[in-house]
C-alpha cells in the first residue's frame, strides 16, 4: 500500500461533466473530508510515522467510553470512521488539525483510491470466473459444474489456487492514477474519472502523491 498522505472520503454515485470541447467525461462524485487529526504517531514512540484522522462526525453518545474520551483529546466529538495514513515526517501535523480537501488534492493530479468492492455472497465458478459451462441440451448431465478438480494418483489433492465457487467481491481494492478532473472545496467534493472501487455510500481512501 502507498505509505503517503490521503483523506478519507464517501462514495455518492455517478453524473457526467462536459470540458470546454464539449466532451463528455464520466465522473464518479465523492465527498471527500474534512478530516480532524486525532492522533500523531512517530518512530520514537509508536514505531512508524502516521497520523490518525476521523471522517464524517457523529455524537459521542454513540462511541464505547474509550474511544469517545480517546476523540475528545483532540476536541472533536466523535467519528463513524477512524483511518490511518502514513507520513514522512510527522511535525507537520497537530492533533485537532482539520485536513482540508483542497490542502492535498489539486485539479488534473491522479491519486491512488482504496475501498472495499461489491459484495456477490457465495457464487459458481461461472459468474466467479467467468467458466463456460456444460451444454444446455436436457441430455447433458454438466451445466454449470466446474469439472474435474485434482489428479489422481499423484499428487493426489486439488492444487492451490484452483478456479472454484466461493465468496465473491467484498475484497480491499486499490485502483491506481485515477485522475482528479474537479475539486470543489466549498462542498468537500470531488470528481474522480477512472474507476473506483465499492457501492455507494461506501468508505474511500484517496491517497495523495
Known amino acids: 500500500m502507498p505509505k503517503t498522505m490521503g483523506i478519507l472520503g464517501k462514495k455518492i454515485g455517478m453524473t457526467r461533466i462536459y ?40 455524537k459521542a453518545s454513540r462511541m464505547n467510553k474509550p474511544l469517545a474520551g ?44 482504496q475501498g472495499t468492492s461489491k459484495g456477490h455472497g457465495f457464487q459458481g ?32 489433492r486439488v492444487v492451490k489456487g484452483k478456479k472454484m465457487p466461493g465468496r465473491m467481491g467484498n475484497d480491499t481494492v486499490l485502483t491506481k492514477n485515477v485522475v482528479v478532473v474537479d475539486v470543489r472545496s466549498e462542498e468537500n467534493i470531488v470528481l474522480l474519472k477512472g474507476p473506483v472501487p465499492g457501492a455507494k455510500n461506501g468508505l474511500l481512501k484517496i491517497y495523495s502523491k
Open 19 to 58: 470540458n470546454e470541447m464539449g466532451t463528455v467525461i464520466p465522473v464518479t462524485v465523492v465527498e471527500a473530508g474534512p478530516c480532524k487529526v486525532l492522533q500523531v504517531k512517530t518512530q520514537a514512540n509508536d514505531g512508524y510515522n502516521a497520523i490518525q484522522v476521523g471522517f464524517a462526525e457523529k
Open 70 to 113: 480517546h476523540v475528545k483529546k483532540a476536541g472533536a466529538e466523535g467519528y463513524y470512521h477512524i483511518q490511518e495514513f502514513r507520513v514522512t515526517d510527522p511535525s507537520e501535523y497537530k492533533m485537532g488539525q482539520d485536513i482540508a480537501l483542497d490542502s492535498l488534492l489539486k485539479i488534473g493530479v491522479t491519486v491512488d483510491v
Open 125 to 156: 465458478v461461472i459468474k466467479r470466473h467467468g467458466f463456460k459451462g456444460g451444454g444446455a441440451g436436457h441430455g447433458s448431465t454438466h451445466h454449470r459444474a466446474p469439472g474435474s478438480i485434482g489428479c489422481s494418483a499423484w499428487p493426489s
